[in-house]
């Protein structure tokens, strides 16, 4: 029994750090989650290169890009950066099974946008631009 009870501690701490928390960004970040089924997809690459464009822009309205493919993620649009352990964060998302989504997530935590194809820099930067936080 002594050996059993570290374990399922060690089970139960280590679990929840294998997803991602979002909440961490709540009232100071925008997010962008893009989720896709294939890293080669084409709606996920033209969009990957439409953020890549809009890089300032995004900077500037403090929007941060997450990658979300399967069990994992990447943080930003550097080509260079790492996947880590996302167990739960493509599974809530994933609402309708598209081999490809987007997700704008404002200040608030709540979805403002969520579409299934490429999102131009424009649509993105006119609905931020529109939303009341950023206004004032």
Avoid at 4 to 23: A, E, G, M, R, W
Wanted: net charge negative; with cysteine.
């Amino acid at each position: 029994m002594k050996i059993i009870v570290p374990f399922l501690l060690l089970f139960l701490f280590v679990q929840p750090l294998q997803s991602q928390d979002l909440s961490k960004h709540h009232w100071e970040n925008r997010l962008i989650l893009l989720l896709t089924e294939d890293l080669e997809d084409e709606n996920f690459t033209s969009q990957l290169k439409e953020l890549e464009n809009g890089v300032k822009g995004l900077e500037e309205r403090k929007v941060i890009v997450y990658r979300v493919f399967e069990h994992k993620m990447k943080l930003g649009l550097a080509k260079d950066s790492d996947w880590t352990a996302a167990t739960n964060l493509y599974k809530k998302f994933d609402t309708n099974g598209s081999p490809f989504e987007i997700y704008l997530i404002g200040l608030d935590g709540k979805i403002k946008m969520q579409d299934t194809s490429c999102v131009s820099m424009d649509k993105i930067f006119n609905l931020i631009d529109s939303m009341p936080m950023r206004k004032n």
